[in-house]
Each structure stands twice: as C-alpha cells, then as structure tokens.
C-alpha cells in the first residue's frame, strides 16, 4: 500500500505500453464482427423479442465482448469461445422451446390478462411488476380515456401490453385513467350517504360499474368487495340519440 499513490499517468493511461491500445483496436474489431455475425445468425427474434431468459443471455455476451477487448491476459479466442456458447445454448432453447410448451413457458412466461371487458382482472394486475400508475399511462398512451373503452389487454412476455379496444358503438362507462383518478389519489364517495345524483359509479380498484338512483347508498363492490367509489367515465360513450340518427341515416 506503500506505494500506491494518486497517480494520473497510471489511472487514465496505465501502466501497460501505449502501443497496447493498437491491440485494443484490433481486439475490439475481432470481437464486434464476430458477435455482429452470431447476432445475424441468431434472428430477428431474438433481437427485437427478448425474453427474461435471452435478456439474461444478452447481458452474458455483452460480458464475454468486452472483457477480450481491454485485458491483455485473455485471449481473443476465449472470448470467441464464450460468445459462441451462449449463442449454441440459445439455439438449444429455441429448438427446445419450440417442442415443448412447458419448458417455453418456464423459461419465457406467457402472457397476463390485466383487463376483460372495461374491467380489471385484479388476480392477473396483483401477478405482474406493473403498478395501477404505470397500467394507467399504458392505456393513455395508446389514447384510452376509461377502462370502458378497453375489451381486453394483456402483458405479453416481452413486457410490453396489448390493448384491444371495443368498437365506438360498445363503449360504456368506466374508470377514468386520468392523472389523479389512480387508486390512492382519487376522492372517494362515501358509502353512508345517500347519493345526490343517479348515475353510473365505478369500483376504483376493480373497475366494476353500478348504476344507482338518487337515494340509494353505495354498496360493497359485488367483484372485489372493496368499497372505494368514484363517479364514471362517459368518455367515448355514444349517446342513444346519436345511434338512433346514426340508424336513421343508413
């Protein structure tokens, strides 16, 4: 320890020859064509398609790339040897996977319904990483104003999430997605006041619709039992008057 200092020269240049980083160039050169030709071998798939496990794989080349680049004390061919592993054990599961829908299940997941018909599947929502927030910029993102809007939505195993969305004249009222309407955020109604108003209200955390008149108190949500309650999104919903011109007019 005597004789380590804070030595600039040895912390950005160090302590091997300068002509060293010609060899770094070569050895960079050697291993980006080699794996850009394993790349190419593998497929498109498994470029743009990654599952947990061909993430983890990918993470493994990008370790067995760089170390042969910068240390002198490994061969390039060891790391050859490395990246050409993964790549053959990655074909072994594609070949595999492909016979046996158990084994692809394992190592790649299968999708999650998050929601069935303007409702949350509040089994498959508690499965997933995704918060109720993250779900919420989801589907605004792909322009869903309220759970009503939605038919059906899955995570896929890619992580990203599916949306179909039912057609203008089967959109009812639902849960608004909305910035500050997420669970936790929103003021609830009370359940022991009668309302004021007859409508449609919604379960804030399953996205069950009621329709109640003006008296009536709120219950317990027949789907979750839970009894957080906000007033529903009409948003996309076609007015009857609309549909009976529409009708009128074909």
Known sequence: MENYTFDLHRIFIGDLPILFLVEIALRTAIMLFYLMLLLRLMGRRSLTQLSLFEFVLIIGLGSAVGDPMFYFDIPVIHGMAAITFVVIIEWLLIWVTNRSHKVEEVLEGKATRLIHQGQFDVEGVDKVSMS???????????????????????????????????????????????????????????????????????????????????????????????????????????????????????
């Open 132 to 250: 109720r927030n993250e779900i919420y910029m989801e589907l605004r993102l792909a322009g869903v104003e309220q759970l009503g809007q939605v038919k059906l939505s899955y995570l896929e195993m890619n992580g990203e999430m599916s949306i179909f969305k039912h057609e203008p004249q089967d959109v009812r009222a639902g849960l608004p997605l909305l910035p500050g309407t997420e669970l936790g955020k929103a003021q609830t109604l009370p359940l022991d006041k009668p309302l004021t108003e007859a409508g449609d209200y919604v379960c804030l955390c399953c996205g069950s619709t009621v329709s109640l008149k003006v008296g009536q108190n709120l219950p317990s949500c027949h789907r979750c039992d839970d009894t957080k309650w906000i007033e529903a999104s009409y948003a996309g919903v076609q007015k009857q008057d609309d549909q009976s011109t529409e009708q009128a007019d074909s």
